[in-house]
């Protein structure tokens, strides 16, 4: 086991969460700035939204290979698929959460989200063959 490549893991998928997570609370409340004006209507601030959410579920899978390429690593097709769809889940499952005014994904679901990443991380094809 390269317990190496599992805190490089951890590193770099702790700073693509935090990423994510800060996009998605600053584009949540623009959104709701957005849809708070005087002549706001039913969907105002939905483009926002959108938008936000679309970048988060991009940048989680580019944040994941650049960091690990960053740090070294290669080989990390299962960390970049696996918590890019995990992170679909996660970010959609507590986007209420997220979405209150100073409101955040909950802790636990973070943690659990950082653990799986850095197991994931040592899931690599670095091996180097004699």
Known sequence: MDYL???KGAV???VATAA???VLSGGYAGARDAGAGRDAGAFSGGI?????TLASWV???VLLWVGMNLVGETGNAALIVICG???LGVSGYFIDDIDRSGGHIPIPALVAYVLLGT???GVGTDEESD
Do not use: I, K, N, S
């Open 5 to 7: 490549r599992h805190a």
């Open 12 to 14: 770099v998928v702790v």
């Open 20 to 22: 994510c997570h800060g």
């Open 48 to 52: 926002e939204f959108l938008l936000t």
């Open 59 to 61: 940048l989680m899978p």
């Open 85 to 87: 769809v995990v992170w």
């Open 119 to 121: 197991a994931l991380a």
